[in-house]
């Protein structure tokens, strides 16, 4: 999440209360829980909510094609702001509302 | 007047020190009775034709534990309990039926035909699979779920009572 977070660690404040009384929006930072890793909690910026069609190139590093995909109901599309180096939403598909925990207010 | 008022509130303060000590046990409990339910084991109403003959349609309500999904305790052929795809706020009660990494075969449409399909189930997530394929949504509909949606497991039914005892 280079260069809004700083690489060697950072400690944010995280709100857990609008997750349940609201849906995330476009921009937003999330705490999520990885679908791939139970135990680890990226976290992401929210790029694409449900119903939102995102094009993105599926490995900037090697080449240069296109996936375009549409966010399905009750998903959201997150992605790291430093694309080159983050396994995101674009390696393991959109996540489900239930894995979000929450939304980054500040760093403190 | 206000010396009145003065010796009237402290007669009062036997009273409110009494009340205030009451109220937070009343507060303590409700804490402690919270976090049991949400955290350690509850009561759920689970209803719904999906996981007949198991589960009956009209109703039951099932005591669910929620800490084997902490500790990565969640075997195949258990009844969880877990947070909808679809709908983050739905709660729906199905079987496991696939872990990470293993190969399963369905019908894809079990009222149309015989057509088979067959899926990895990849890192991190789960097939969940109702016990009734004709009237359940779940994995065969929207895929395999990742294991964090898992919110519980269910240990044995308490209500009704002629039905009293592990779900098997």
């Known amino acids: 999440m280079t260069p809004t977070l700083h690489p060697s660690g950072n400690v944010l404040l995280a709100e857990r209360i609008s997750k349940r009384y609201q ?4 921009g937003d930072i999330v705490v999520i829980r990885s679908p791939e890793n139970p135990n680890k909690t990226p976290i992401k910026r929210v790029v694409g909510i449900e119903g939102d069609c995102i094009s993105f190139v599926i490995d900037p590093v090697t080449s240069d094609i296109y996936q375009t995909i549409v966010v399905p109901k009750g998903h959201v599309f997150v992605q790291g702001d430093y694309t080159h180096n983050s396994r995101d939403s674009r390696n393991f598909g959109p996540v489900p509302y239930g894995l979000i925990q929450g939304r980054v207010l500040w760093r403190v | 007047m206000s010396m009145r008022v003065l010796s009237f509130l402290k007669q009062w303060r036997g009273t ?8 937070s046990i009343v507060a303590k409990f409700l804490c402690l009775l919270h976090v049991t339910d949400r955290y350690i084991i509850s009561t759920t109403h689970v209803h719904g034709p999906s996981m007949l003959p198991t589960l009956n349609l009209t109703g039951d309500v099932i005591l669910a534990e929620h800490l084997s999904h902490r500790f990565g305790k969640i075997g195949l052929g258990d009844v969880v309990l877990v947070r909808s795809p679809r ?3 739905r709660m ?5 039926l696939g872990l990470e990494g293993d190969r399963l075969t369905f019908s894809a449409d079990p009222l149309v035909g015989d057509a088979s399909v067959s899926v990895l189930v990849p890192k991190g ?10 009237a359940s949504t779940d994995s065969r509909h929207f895929g395999p779920i990742p ?19 592990s779900l098997r």
């Open chain 2, 125 to 134: 997530h789960v097939w969940i699979q109702g016990d009734n394929l004709y």
């Open chain 2, 147 to 165: 294991y964090s949606l898992i919110e519980g497991k269910a240990l044995l039914r308490v209500w009704p009572p002629e039905y009293f005892g």
């Open chain 1, 23 to 26: 849906k995330p929006s476009r």
């Open chain 2, 87 to 89: 709908d983050p706020n």
């Open chain 2, 16 to 23: 409110a020190k009494e009340a205030f000590e009451n109220v």
């Open chain 2, 92 to 96: 729906v009660t199905k079987r496991i």
